[in-house]
């Protein structure tokens, strides 16, 4: 983990230099890897309940290991990195944070329902905008924060499940341990296979090339992929049946290793394109 930390530092300080416009959207996902790696050395293990002998099953028949839904797993450990994650966002906009964390630590703000209204709530931006009253561009980062504060218990699920994942040949368009849909994904070895990645969970899983992992559709005339600038090493794969689109790395002609976290932040404008065309 130590090592891909490091690794994951020193491409995001090349990005920073290659792309100056993106310098800021990088310090703050370096800041938060740095946070991640501490708040997951925290935890007792995995706190979510699994029961082993149903894993096999579930992943058999589709269902993703942890059900948040349930509701039954500690919050503390959320709570903890998320109050953490907010002291980023306390340089930019010190007034909007600092009154999120008193409401939070005054428990005016059940940190519980604002952490289950995110992952449960249809349109995730609008609760924040009626409830907290802040600016827009303060909501993506708390929204980004509250996704994070789960990701180091979702890794440790993806870290003692991942063999058994990796077995049960999981073939389904979101992720096997959270549920949640790939907004990115990569080409890999030497076969050219597609594989899917999960942003809260930081795992990954194959998936075939010509298939929407949305909708399914698997008809060659309506899927379709667009690069920028003749740069092959990125594209986005489309589906005109749903409208939806995936990013999609490809690092074989570099032989380096994508670290998706970071190229998902490195191509905002690969995002702002397809939703410029339609896509979401
Ligand atoms: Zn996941
Ligand atoms: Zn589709």
């Keep these: 983990m130590a090592k891909k930390l490091s690794k994951a530092l020193t491409t995001i300080e090349q990005y920073k230099s ?3 416009h993106y310098a800021e959207l990088l310090t703050i996902l370096e800041e938060i890897l740095i946070l991640r790696e501490e708040h997951r050395r925290k935890l007792p293990g995995v706190i979510f309940f699994i029961d082993d002998r149903l894993v096999g099953k579930k992943l058999e028949s589709g269902f993703p290991l942890v059900d948040l839904s349930q509701d039954d797993f500690p919050i503390e450990y959320a709570q903890a990195y998320f109050l953490d994650l907010l002291k980023i966002a306390e340089k930019d906009s010190p007034g909007e944070t600092l009154e999120l964390r008193e409401k939070i630590e005054m428990g005016e703000i059940q940190f519980r329902d604002l952490l289950l209204a995110h992952f449960f709530s249809e349109d995730e931006g609008e609760m924040k905008g009626d409830e907290l009253g802040k600016e827009e561009a303060a909501f993506d980062l708390i929204e980004l924060f509250i996704e994070e504060c789960m990701r180091p218990a979702f890794e440790l699920v993806a870290e003692k499940y991942g063999s058994i994942i990796e077995k049960s040949r999981w073939s389904e368009g979101f992720c096997p341990i959270c549920g949640k849909e790939p907004k990115i994904g990569e080409i890999k070895n030497q076969e050219g296979k597609r594989y899917l990645f999960c ?7 194959p998936y075939k090339r010509i298939k929407c992992p949305f909708c399914g559709n698997e008809e060659q005339q309506t899927l379709a992929y667009f690069t920028v600038e003749d740069d092959e090493r990125y594209r986005v794969d489309v589906c005109n049946e749903c409208r939806r689109y995936i990013k999609i790395v490809d690092f074989r002609s570099t032989n380096e290793e994508a670290d998706l976290d970071v190229e998902d932040i490195a191509t905002l404008h690969l995002d702002i394109l ?5 896509y979401d």
């Design 274 to 278: 397809a939703n410029e065309e339609g």
């Design 199 to 205: 942003t809260q969970c930081g795992i990954e899983w």
């Design 18 to 20: 290659q792309s100056p």
